[in-house]
């Protein structure tokens, strides 16, 4: 396959457990996308933000990243405040919004039962992520929504975990020409209990502009 074919696969089984738990999806939720979601956003981007996986009622719903449920707002509010995106929320595969020079995706790409994917999942779904951040050009920055996606990056990259210890709103130099910048996930969890906040999250954002040519 080349980089291209090989940044997503609408067809991929390699996970039996989250293949199986998408076929029970699909009977109990008849209108849910419920497939592996692909990435969102520009073809060539200076920004790739990487999550951890679809959310039940969100991407695995919508069929796009951070897409129906509440983990979006605060992302797609700021991706909107640093001129990445079109609009400030995204609610539907239909609603027109548009990245600027800047895409979406997730260390893994299918639904995992309690939104929790094994680390097998993980490094199976890694041949996906290698090839997007293969595919970017020098002088890209990545930002890694939770520990999870910061490892999954790694792994990727055939970089050892002890290497780069993640820590929101630090900074790794993971290849040549390549930043990648930590952020606790906007989830739901994290934004209510105010272990994220706004001007946190923003200041990362901020920081990856500023690194961007």
């Known amino acids: 396959m080349t980089i291209q074919e090989n940044l997503f696969d609408v067809n991929c089984c390699r996970c ?3 293949s ?7 009977v109990s939720h008849p209108g849910y996308y419920a497939a592996p979601v692909p990435a969102f956003g520009d073809d ?4 790739l933000i990487v ?3 679809p959310g039940m009622h969100g991407a695995n719903s919508s069929g796009r990243p951070f897409t129906g449920d509440q983990s979006g707002e605060m992302l797609f509010q700021t991706l909107y405040k640093y001129g990445f995106s079109n609009a400030p929320e995204s609610l539907s595969m239909d609603d027109g919004l548009a990245l600027h020079n800047c895409r979406i ?9 309690q939104n929790r994917p094994t680390t097998a999942e993980v490094k199976q779904c890694g041949m996906f992520l290698a090839a997007e951040l293969e595919a970017l050009k020098k002088g890209s920055v990545v930002i890694a929504l939770g520990s999870i996606a910061h490892a999954a990056v790694l792994r990727a990259l055939g970089i050892k975990l002890a290497e780069h210890k ?3 709103a630090d900074e790794h130099q993971i290849s040549d020409g390549l930043v990648m910048i930590d952020s606790y996930h906007c989830s739901r969890y994290n934004t209510q209990t105010r272990r994220l906040t706004e001007p946190m999250f ?4 901020a920081r990856a502009k500023a690194l961007m040519p």
Do not use: I, W
């Not at 199986?20 to 699909?26: I, K, P, Q, T």
């Not at 060539?44 to 920004?47: E, I, T, V």
């Not at 995706?105 to 639904?111: G, I, P, S």
């Open 16 to 18: 039996p457990r989250l």
């Open 20 to 26: 199986a738990f998408l076929s029970e999806v699909r």
């Open 44 to 47: 060539s981007p200076g920004l």
């Open 51 to 53: 999550g951890l996986a």
């Open 105 to 113: 995706t997730n260390a893994v790409k299918c639904l995992p039962p």
């Open 166 to 168: 993640f820590g929101h």
């Open 202 to 205: 923003q200041a990362v954002f």
